[in-house]
Nanobody, 123 residues
Framework: QVQLVESGGGLVQAGGSLRLSCAASGSIFSINDMGWYRQTPGNERELVAGITSDGNTRYGDSVKGRFTISRDNAKNTVYLQMNSLKPEDTAVYYC?????????????????WGQGTQVTVSS
C-alpha cells in the first residue's frame, strides 16, 4: 500500500503564493506519474499539473505560467508552487501518484490519492 501525506494548503490573499507538498510512503517499488488535481463543490476533479518520472510536465490551461510542478524522486515527493493566486484557484487540492508496489513477481500498478488540502484565495 501507498500512503500520501499532503501539506501546504491554507488561506492567502489574491496575488500571493503557496507551496503544496505530497510525500508518498509505503511498499513502493517505483513511482511513475505524479500530479495535482483540484475540485470545487458541484464540479468534477480537474487536472492542475502533472509530471512524469523523467520530469516532463503538463498544466491545466488556467494555471499555465503561474503554477510550477516539481518532484524529488529520492524523497518520493511532488510539489506544486502556486504564484499569482486568484480567487478562482480556491479549491481542495488532491495529490495523485501512479505507483508500482509489491514484491518481485507480484508487482501491482495503481493510482493513489491524497486526502486533499484546502486552498482558499481571498479577494
Amino acid at each position: 500500500q501507498v500512503q500520501l501525506v499532503e501539506s501546504g494548503g491554507g488561506l492567502v490573499q489574491a496575488g500571493g503564493s503557496l507551496r503544496l507538498s505530497c510525500a508518498a510512503s509505503g511498499s513502493i517499488f517505483s513511482i511513475n506519474d505524479m500530479g495535482w488535481y483540484r475540485q470545487t463543490p458541484g464540479n468534477e476533479r480537474e487536472l492542475v499539473a502533472g509530471i512524469t518520472s523523467d520530469g516532463n510536465t503538463r498544466y491545466g490551461d488556467s494555471v499555465k505560467g503561474r503554477f510550477t510542478i516539481s518532484r524529488d524522486n529520492a524523497k518520493n515527493t511532488v510539489y506544486l508552487q502556486m504564484n499569482s493566486l486568484k480567487p478562482e484557484d480556491t479549491a481542495v487540492y488532491y495529490c495523485n501518484v501512479a505507483a508500482v508496489t509489491g514484491i518481485p513477481g507480484y508487482r501491482y500498478a495503481n493510482n493513489y490519492w491524497g486526502q486533499g488540502t484546502q486552498v482558499t484565495v481571498s479577494s
